[in-house]
């Protein structure tokens, strides 16, 4: 199969990714093969290639928005049947037994597990997943449009969330990208007020066609003072920015997994007030379900820009330059040459 490998990890602009020939993965017990109809591209993916995150898998294939298709089941699989379309996202292992995992909080284990970063992901023909961590997906809807959900719209889901936003609250979302733009309609469906603040444009033209009160530049000042933020730009001087927007009880949730530094804060002017920062880290299985089901109930959308796998550091490149809106999906269009599911 065509897979595609961080084989050195630096600027997207040179060559960090090779586009390789290998074998089609065997599942291992308790795993699905899947085959790869569409996976979405996500910021985390060019932390991997560019090596913002530490290498974990030597040569992995990066991708965790997977649409796909059980090709295969390895030994003790129950619940997933070849034919099954099935969704591959970033957590892909717990220990199920640490303090964290019994008390619910699997995205804390010590010992998870993430597809594209400990193992191969979706930038290939195939991939594989164990059968307790792959999504059973809803029908009515395409696989492109799907795959951004899968991490963006579930990261932003918790990050929502994790701002505890009261009821009809007022919503800032620093940066618009495929998380935002996700969170933004589901937020703006359960009665939010949504300012978006952003560099970008044509960012803040789609945030004002789905329902934004406002969309200004990303050092602004909202039009009215936040019960709620969520930083999705990976950039660490917005956080005082973020925390001076915020009103009274305020809580900021930074939502990436990587940013650049903080600047000092000062404790009066940021923070004072009982204003709150807090992080979002991975989310649990059952903050995947939940969101892939309020998506269906509140017909959530990805604005998306297909590439064919065949230009996945395009699309990478294009990503990180802010060239597109929305979400870049990859759709797999070779002819298989392993194991083929029922249409
Ligand atoms: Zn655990
Ligand atoms: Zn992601």
């Known amino acids: 199969m065509h897979a595609w490998e961080v084989s050195d ?5 040179g060559q ?9 993965p065997t599942p291992g017990p308790g795993e699905l093969l899947v085959h790869v109809r569409t996976c979405g591209v996500c910021r985390t993916d060019l932390h991997v290639t560019e090596g913002d995150l530490p290498v974990r898998r030597p040569h992995v294939t990066p991708g965790h928005e997977v649409v796909g298709v059980v090709a295969a089941t390895g030994p003790e699989v ?31 284990c010590p010992a ?46 918790r990050a929502l969330l994790r701002t505890s936003l009261p009821e009809n609250g007022r919503l800032g979302l620093y940066g618009f990208g495929g998380s935002a733009h996700l969170c933004a309609q589901l937020a703006l469906a359960r009665g939010a007020r949504v300012h978006v603040l952003t560099r970008g444009a044509a960012a803040r033209r789609l945030a004002l066609d789905l329902g934004a009160a406002s969309a200004g530049g990303a050092d602004g000042r909202p039009p009215e003072p936040l019960d709620g933020a969520i930083l999705f730009a990976p950039a660490g001087e917005l956080v005082p920015v973020a925390l001076r ?30 204003r709150e920062l807090r992080s979002v880290t991975s989310n649990t299985r059952r903050d995947g379900r939940d969101f892939l089901a309020l998506a269906e109930r509140h017909r959530v959308r990805a604005t998306t820009h297909p590439y064919p796998l065949s230009r996945a ?17 990859l ?5 298989p040459r392993g194991p083929v599911p029922p249409a």
């Open 245 to 274: 927007a915020l009103d009274r009880g305020g809580v900021l949730a930074v939502a990436g997994i990587h940013l650049s530094g903080i600047p000092p804060l000062q404790y009066e002017q940021d923070l004072f007030y009982e």
């Open 78 to 108: 129950d619940g997933h049947a070849v034919g099954d379309r099935v969704g591959v996202a970033w957590l892909r292992s717990t220990d199920g037994t640490c303090r964290f995992c019994r008390r619910g909080d699997e995205n804390l």
């Open 313 to 329: 550091q395009d699309a990478l490149r294009d990503l990180k330059a802010g060239r597109f809106d929305g979400a870049a999906v």
């Open 112 to 157: 998870s597990r993430y597809t594209g970063w400990d193992a191969d992901g979706g930038y290939a023909e195939y991939t594989t997943v164990p059968a307790a961590f792959a999504y059973p997906l809803p029908g009515g809807v395409g696989d492109t449009a799907l795959s951004p959900l899968l991490c963006a719209g579930i990261i932003g889901y």
């Open 9 to 13: 990890p630096g600027p997207v602009e």
């Open 16 to 24: 960090p990714l090779r586009y390789v020939e290998k074998p089609v």
């Open 331 to 335: 759709v797999n269009d070779l002819e």
